[in-house]
Nanobody
Framework: QVQLVESGGGLVQAGGSLRLSCAAS????????MAWFRQAPGKERDIVAA????????YYSTSVKGRFTISRDNAKNTMYLQMNSLKPEDTAVYYC????????????????WGQGTQVTVSS
């Protein structure tokens, strides 16, 4: 089992920044990957960014590339998402996810999910 605890969401004005954190515990044996997904009301859960824990390889969706940065702290088993230049369309519940192996762009292959944290960007 793997437990994921997210933090860092909130309300921010357009153009502002937020940093999300996701702490993993339990059977976090490499190789594994973690990712951030988001889901707005009435929409599907879409990938935002992902990272392979062993080699640090990353993936970003087109909509956030250049504005968001995914990173990890191996010692703390924690993943981060630094979100800059936030836009109202970034408003969603953000979820962290975990899977063994390398990252996937799709939600189905991820085995464990965090509880979600709300990010609201006002115009």
């Amino acid at each position: 089992q793997v437990q994921l605890v997210e933090s860092g969401g909130g309300l921010v004005q357009a153009g502002g920044s937020l940093r999300l954190s996701c702490a993993a515990s339990g059977r976090t044996f490499t190789p594994y990957a973690m990712a951030w997904f988001r889901q707005a009301p009435g929409k599907e859960r879409d990938i935002v960014a992902a990272i392979n824990w062993s080699d640090g390889g990353t993936y970003y969706s087109t909509s956030v590339k250049g504005r968001f940065t995914i990173s990890r702290d191996n010692a703390k088993n924690t993943m981060y998402l630094q979100m800059n230049s936030l836009k109202p369309e970034d408003t969603a519940v953000y979820y962290c996810a975990f899977r063994w192996g390398t990252f996937s762009q799709y939600a189905a292959p991820y085995n464990y999910w965090g509880q979600g944290t709300q990010v609201t960007v006002s115009s």
